[in-house]
C-alpha cells in the first residue's frame, strides 16, 4: 500500500508520478503552463481510442502528450498539431503512436501555439 491508500489509488498515482515530467525544465516555464492550460481547455477528454472497441476514453485530461518528442523536434514544442490531451492512465513519455481522436484547435484562431505567443501573453 502506498501512504495508506487502497491498491487502486496507488496504482492511479504511481501512473501519475510516472507521467509528469517534473525533471524537465522545459515543462516547468510559465509559458508551457499556458499552453498547457488552453489545450487542455479545448480538450479537455482524454483523446486516446482503444484499438478494440473504437471508444474515445471518457476521462479528463490531465497531461498534453507531444507526438513527435520535444528531446528530436524541439521547435515543435509550442505546436498543437503534434500534440493530444491525454489522461494520467494513457500518457507515457515513451508513446509515440497511438489511436487518438483529432486535437482541437478553437476556431482556427491558433493554428499552431508559438512560444512567441506564449511570452507575449
Known amino acids: 500500500m502506498l501512504k495508506g491508500r487502497c491498491p487502486d489509488c496507488a496504482n492511479a498515482q504511481q501512473v501519475q508520478t510516472n507521467a509528469t515530467r517534473t525533471d524537465d525544465a522545459r515543462y516547468q516555464t510559465s509559458a508551457w503552463h499556458r499552453f498547457s492550460k488552453w489545450l487542455r481547455g479545448l480538450n479537455p477528454v482524454c483523446q486516446h481510442i482503444d484499438t478494440e472497441s473504437g471508444e474515445q476514453c471518457h ?6 502528450h507531444h507526438i513527435k ?48 505567443a506564449a511570452h507575449s501573453q
Open 59 to 64: 476521462a479528463p485530461s490531465r497531461m498534453v
Open 69 to 116: 518528442p520535444v528531446d528530436k523536434y524541439p521547435n515543435l514544442m509550442y505546436v498543437a498539431e503534434n500534440c493530444v490531451c491525454l489522461c494520467f492512465k494513457h500518457h507515457s513519455p515513451e508513446l509515440t503512436t497511438g489511436n487518438f481522436a483529432p486535437t482541437v484547435i478553437k476556431l482556427g484562431l491558433l493554428p499552431s501555439y508559438s512560444k512567441q
